[in-house]
């Protein structure tokens, strides 16, 4: 990650580690959590690159990312594995633009969208956006198929372990459900 997400574990100035929940967003703020996934062009090298394009996203302040995974494509045969993550921000973006510049950031990436479930160098997800419910034909959060997915799963819980699905209950009793997926976490 780049220097400038390196505060994202360190408490403010004259507050203690424990006072605070870094997760729990000031006023104006909106905590929101987002899904990395690449299995094209050097996945490792994009899912790092796009750490840092989100650390640098407008009106928006990256304070997590998690391990990089590598995870078996779900639901397709014969691409080649994702390298996944999960980040964790703060926002004052609406979700919808929040989502629009995501999808800026997949294009700046060469983001190829031939068909459902092709192969990608870069796809970012809007897991949460606080612990909203939104069913819009361009946005849907949470996420959903966030709960059934391994591969977000398991980053989402390594950053955020009390981490709660609206309308799911806790993201950690899913992770039964998805225990066959296969996933590995890697230590670079
Ligand atoms: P995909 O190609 O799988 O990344 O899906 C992108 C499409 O899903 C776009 O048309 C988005 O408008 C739509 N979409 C709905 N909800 C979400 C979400 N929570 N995060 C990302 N894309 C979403």
Do not use: K
Not at 81 to 104: M, R
Not at 106 to 114: A, K, M, Y
Not at 137 to 163: D, K, Q, T
């Amino acid at each position: 990650m780049s220097g400038r997400s390196a505060d994202r574990h360190q408490p403010a100035s004259g507050e203690t580690a424990a006072a605070i929940d870094l997760l729990t967003p000031p006023p104006d703020r909106h905590l929101a959590f987002v899904a990395l996934g690449a299995n094209l062009d050097d996945p490792l090298h994009q899912v790092r690159a796009a750490g840092d394009a989100l650390a640098t996203l407008a009106d928006s302040r990256l304070l997590r990312l998690s391990s990089l995974y590598r995870t078996a494509p779900v639901g397709i045969r014969g691409q080649p594995d994702f390298i996944n993550a999960v980040a964790a921000l703060h926002t004052g973006l609406p979700p919808l633009s929040l989502l629009e510049t995501l999808f800026a950031v997949e294009r700046r990436f060469g983001r190829r969208r031939e068909f459902h479930h092709s192969p990608r160098t870069l796809d970012l997800d809007l897991l949460l956006y606080d612990q909203q419910i939104i069913d819009s034909p361009r946005l849907r959060v949470p996420h959903p198929r966030m709960h059934l997915r391994a591969f977000v799963l398991v980053p989402l819980l390594e950053i955020a372990p009390g981490c709660l699905i609206p309308g799911r209950g806790s993201a950690a009793a899913w992770l039964p459900a998805v225990g066959r997926q296969h996933i590995q976490r890697l230590t670079l």
